[in-house]
């Protein structure tokens, strides 16, 4: 079955940096367009990035110049390299498969001083 799981979340202060990584199986990865979400407390949960199997990549407008969607097909990977991180970065952050229903269980990402 197919299965996404998160990781690379934790405590950082602000101007700080993570790196997300989330390793899919079950599925052919090479085709697959893959995105980003994140919730924070008493939020919807939000679009953060997306990169299409050919690399095309398109971001919400807070986290332009900031945040970077990669992918690594041999490894089954994609990541979410975030930079300058700021508190309202705060929040579960979950990749998903474009257009369906999988999701990973999530990593939390907090930004405090």
């Known amino acids: 079955q197919v299965q996404l799981v998160e990781s690379g979340g934790g405590l950082v202060q602000p101007g700080g940096s993570l790196r997300l990584s989330c390793a899919a199986s079950g599925t052919i990865f090479s085709v697959l367009h893959l995105g980003w979400y994140r919730q924070a407390p008493g939020k919807e949960r939000e679009f953060v990035a997306v990169?299409?199997?050919?690399?095309?990549?398109n971001y919400e407008n807070s986290v332009k110049g900031r945040f970077t969607i990669s992918r690594d097909n041999a490894k089954n990977t994609v990541y979410l390299q975030m930079n300058s991180l700021k508190p309202e970065d705060t929040g579960v952050y979950y990749c998903?498969?474009?257009?369906?229903?999988?999701w990973g269980q999530g990593t939390q990402v907090t930004v405090s001083s």
């Open positions: 998903t498969i474009t257009s369906t229903t999988y």
């Open positions: 990169i299409t199997s050919g690399g095309t990549t």
